[in-house]
């Protein structure tokens, strides 16, 4: 299941099982007291996807998410870590 993202004029769309972390943080000065936060995705292949916007739940929704696809995750306030997956051989 891919992740959608709306990202301005167009939607960015990054597959689960590519992401490998994922951090927000707060926007700067008027924008943080609005709530807004800026996201941060990283792709296996080290490519930085930044949204800006409300965030609310989508911290926790997309460690839900990548969970459910079957990936291992460390959730921090501000962070997801994404375990590598597990190649054949592995115990």
Do not use: N
């Amino acid at each position: 299941y891919p992740t959608l993202f709306r990202s301005g004029d167009g939607v960015t769309v990054i597959p689960l099982d590519q992401v490998t972390s994922v951090q927000c943080r707060k926007a700067r000065k008027g924008a943080s007291w609005l709530g807004m936060r800026k996201m941060t995705v990283t792709t296996a292949d080290g490519t930085e996807y930044t949204f800006d916007g409300l965030m609310e739940q989508w911290h926790d929704r997309l460690a839900r998410a990548l969970s459910a696809h079957g990936r291992e995750v460390y959730v921090a306030p501000d962070t997801i870590t994404v375990m590598p997956w597990a190649t054949s051989g592995e115990s």
